[in-house]
């Protein structure tokens, strides 16, 4: 059960939704109050299949239009004291997927039209479609697009502890850093102090067929990741 209190949260949360469509956007943000979030994101990054499917996520990348769209639809109507932001990854050139210099000019021509639709700030995950979580991030292709941009930018990839957190801001130049598998891992990666807190880590079996892996953070201080079937690995955590 997720367990949220506008007290102590709204300053803090964004509503990030998957969409491919404008009005579906804004009816999703609609239904929440705006003094309970800072602003409104929209996912165009994930590559998996339920989300590019039905044109969602890193689907995106490649219909600028429908992108701008949906950007440029919730700016002008949503509250305007909220944010309205969206994340992205480094866009390769079909033609020739290696060559930096067109990744950059694909990706920086993206970021632009975001820009003139009404975005406040981007997240640039820094992998390709083309590249799985095995690949490296790489933080040193954003600096080029950064250095272009004129709304802050947000650096995504590979980051799982403070340090990493301060190396990617130098590298690429980022306003600020985004990080999902480092926290899920052990949310005292925001600790200020730079001290990870103990980790117990052990595997279980359980359950028989394919494996399904689930993430879970409930409340502060505790997250579990566990796998229903076959193998998996439990993290327990406190802060």
């Known amino acids: 059960m997720l367990q949220y209190k506008p007290s102590v949260e709204s300053k803090h949360l964004f509503l990030q939704i998957g969409t491919s469509n404008a009005s579906f956007a804004l009816q999703a943000a609609n239904h929440i109050t705006p003094s309970h979030i800072v602003g409104v994101d929209v996912n165009m990054g994930c590559p998996k299949k339920f989300s590019v499917q039905d044109n969602m996520g ?40 290696k060559n930096k210099e067109l990744t950059t000019k694909r990706t920086v021509d993206f970021v632009k039209s975001l820009e003139n639709a009404g975005a406040n700030a981007i997240a640039i995950h820094a992998r390709t479609v083309n590249d799985t979580e095995a690949d490296s991030a790489r933080w040193e292709e954003l600096k080029p697009v950064i250095d272009q ?15 990493d957190m301060e190396n990617i801001k130098k590298v690429s130049g980022a306003s600020g850093v985004m990080l999902a598998r480092g ?11 730079n001290e990870l807190l103990p980790q117990v880590s052990f595997f279980a079996r359980v359950g028989v067929g394919v494996g399904v892996g ?13 796998g229903v079937g076959g193998q998996c690995r439990i993290y327990i955590y406190t802060l």
Request: aromatic letters at 4%; hydrophobic letters at 40%; zero cysteines.
């Open 183 to 193: 926290a899920l891992y052990n949310l005292s990666v925001f600790k200020k102090d």
């Open 58 to 97: 890193s689907a995106l990348l490649k219909d600028v239009k429908t992108a701008t769209d949906i950007v440029k639809t919730l700016r002008n109507n949503v509250d305007p004291s909220l944010q309205v932001t969206a994340k992205i990854r480094l866009i390769h050139d079909e033609s020739d997927p």
């Open 214 to 226: 689930v993430g879970v953070g409930v409340g502060v201080g505790v997250g579990v990741g566990v």
């Open 149 to 163: 941009a004129s709304v802050p930018v947000i650096a995504n990839g590979d980051i799982y502890t403070r340090e």
